[in-house]
Structure formats: C-alpha cells, structure tokens
C-alpha cells in the first residue's frame, strides 16, 4: 500500500484530531492503560486475604506487607497517571512493577511446550506491550514538561 500524499496525510489528521487529540481521548487511554492495575488493586483490597494468599504462592514475604505495598502502588501510581500528578513517576513505577511481576510470574521459558507455555508466553509479550506503553507516557509527559 502505497504512503498518503502530504496533502492526504494532512486532511486525515486534520479529521480525526477533534477525537483523538482531545483531552478526553488522552484521558481514556490512560485510563485503559491504568485499567488492570486499578481493577488488581481493588480485588486486593477488598480481599486482603487472596492478596496475601497471591504474596504466598510468589514466595514473598512478609506477604501482609508486601500485599499492602502492591495495593498503594497499583493504585497510587494509577492515579497518579489518571490526575496528571507526577505522572511520568507513576509511569515509571507501574513499568518497573509490570517488569518484575511479569519475570516472576510468567517464566513461559521453563514451561514444557504445549498450550500452558503458548498462552504464558502471549501474556507475557503482552505485559511487555504495557511496559512500552508506561515508558511512553513517562516519555511524552517529560517532553511536555520540558517545552
């Protein structure tokens, strides 16, 4: 397929940033990017006994404490994002979060073949995908911060 001449580039962006270059836009995507970790958070917390019972089966302990730190940082750093309040630290912290959590628990590389290590290995590329998208809004805030 052959690129857009400049003038149809032009008109196309023209069309749909009203939409997509609206605040309301910028603010669903971060809210669809934050989704999971506010949903985590939640369930955490208004079942502190399956957080802890998950700190349990990771190994980590004190998992009372370790439960409550994941609850304040899902949650801390989510609204963090959603509030634009240091938003590029909350970015970075759910990144950094994602990555440790993802290389613990979704090792797809010591699973045998098979199914369980085809959708281990899905979802872990697909928290990467995560990971890119906090490091572009920890990225784009930063830049928007500085001009």
Request: proline share 4%.
């Amino acid at each position: 397929m052959p690129a857009p001449d400049a003038a149809t580039d032009h008109a196309l962006t023209a069309a749909v940033r009203p939409i997509f270059g609206s605040r309301a836009a910028r603010f669903v995507a971060y809210l669809a990017l934050c989704a999971a970790y506010l949903q985590g958070g939640l369930v955490k917390l208004t079942d502190f006994s399956g957080a802890i019972d998950e700190m349990n089966h990771f190994g980590l302990s004190p998992a009372p404490l370790f439960a409550g730190a994941v609850i304040v940082l899902e949650l801390g750093a989510s609204l963090m994002i959603l509030t634009g309040r240091l938003r590029w630290l909350g970015a970075l912290a759910l990144a950094g979060f994602t990555v440790l959590a993802t290389g613990m628990a979704l090792r797809f590389w010591e699973l045998p073949a098979g199914q369980a290590r085809f959708m281990a290995a899905n979802s872990f590329f697909e928290h990467v995908g995560l990971v890119g998208g906090f490091l572009l809004v920890a990225w784009l805030d930063l830049r928007d911060r500085r001009a």
